[in-house]
T-cell receptor
Framework: GAGVSQSPRYKVAKRGQDVALRCDPI?????LFWYQQALGQGPEFLTY????????KSGLPSDRFFAERPEGSVSTLKIQRTQQEDSAVYLC??????????????FGPGTRLTVT | AQKVTQAQTEISVVEKEDVTLDCVYE???????LFWYKQPPSGELVFLIR??????QNEISGRYSWNFQKSTSSFNFTITASQVVDSAVYFC??????????FGAGTQVVVTP
């Protein structure tokens, strides 16, 4: 009965390094979302997958951010050449079906990224 | 564009007092869904309640209740007889038909014994 898991839970990166954040959604969940939560703020949408298809990436802040979900389950959010403004908690969420806004999203514990 | 406003930054109460959290939203969609999520210090967002845009019936679920008023675009949330474990940040959120959540800035609730 596992929920959404994310790894690593904490990541410290030096400015300019590349990082990869992993999300394991609940088994069988079609939809997967990534959100960015800056300190003291609400989560902000980054990108959305339905199975392996990335249907919306309008929230990705720059072309340094890239996400994939090649087999429709595990997803990876990659940030290239990290900057200090990338410091935030990155939250992953999944939901059972796709294209249904009323479906609740189940959130993982997040990955706290600190760029020094 | 969608927008969610939570004007209250922090609310402090003594245990057993009621707490009401305000939420005002903006959307051009005719079909939308409203949520409240709780984020305790551990960081994980916990789903609390959901309402759709075509059902304004207000309900009570245990110690939680909500007041959805389409005419004023408000979706307020009340915790009755607060407990210390209710201390957390509470987020109001809005989705379109695809499910992308638009969150408010959150309200920190502090319940002291």
């Amino acid at each position: 009965g596992a929920g959404v898991s994310q790894s690593p839970r904490y990541k410290v990166a030096k400015r300019g390094q590349d990082v990869a954040l992993r999300c394991d959604p609940i088994s069988g969940h079609v939809s997967l979302f990534w959100y960015q939560q800056a300190l003291g703020q609400g989560p902000e949408f980054l990108t959305y997958f339905q199975n392996e298809a990335q249907l919306d990436k309008s929230g990705l802040p720059s072309d340094r951010f890239f996400a994939e979900r090649p087999e429709g389950s595990v997803s990876t959010l990659k940030i290239q050449r990290t900057q200090q403004e990338d410091s935030a908690v990155y939250l992953c969420a999944s939901s059972l079906v796709g294209g249904q806004g009323q479906r609740r999203q189940y959130f993982g514990p997040g990955t706290r990224l600190t760029v020094t | 564009a969608q927008k969610v406003t939570q004007a209250q930054t922090e609310i402090s109460v003594v245990e057993k007092e009621d707490v009401t959290l305000d939420c005002v939203y903006e959307t051009r969609d005719t079909t939308y869904y409203l949520f409240w999520y709780k984020q305790p210090p551990s960081g994980e967002l916990v789903f609390l309640i959901r309402r759709n845009s075509f059902d304004e019936q207000n309900e009570i679920s245990g110690r939680y209740s909500w007041n959805f008023q389409k005419s004023t675009s408000s979706f307020n949330f009340t915790i009755t007889a607060s407990q210390v474990v209710d201390s957390a940040v509470y987020f109001c959120a809005l989705t379109d038909s695809w499910g992308k959540l638009q969150f408010g800035a959150g309200t920190q609730v502090v319940v002291t014994p």
